[in-house]
């Protein structure tokens, strides 16, 4: 798994808790709908200032999503 597949499924996950659908997460961070959804798909990674909007909209840490993604990957090497 690289690092975008991990934090895909992280991003999905704590939206999933949060109780938001994509497009209300994209609403309340001022992104396309289908911008988040590349985004947990692995498809596209954030930027610093993405992580930082997405976190606030889901009233959490942004630390917090880069500690799940690191332990999402496990034992797999990272790859960039």
């Known amino acids: 798994m690289n690092v975008a597949t991990a934090f895909g499924l992280v991003l999905r996950n704590v939206r999933k808790r949060a109780n938001l659908t994509q497009e209300q997460l994209a609403l309340q961070c001022g992104y396309q709908r289908n911008y988040i959804s590349l985004m947990e798909r692995g ?6 200032e993405t992580l930082l909007s997405l976190a606030s909209a889901l009233h959490c840490d942004p630390a917090d999503l880069v500690v799940e993604t690191v332990r999402a990957l496990g034992s797999d090497s990272v790859n960039v």
């Open 43 to 48: 498809h596209n990674q954030p930027t610093l």
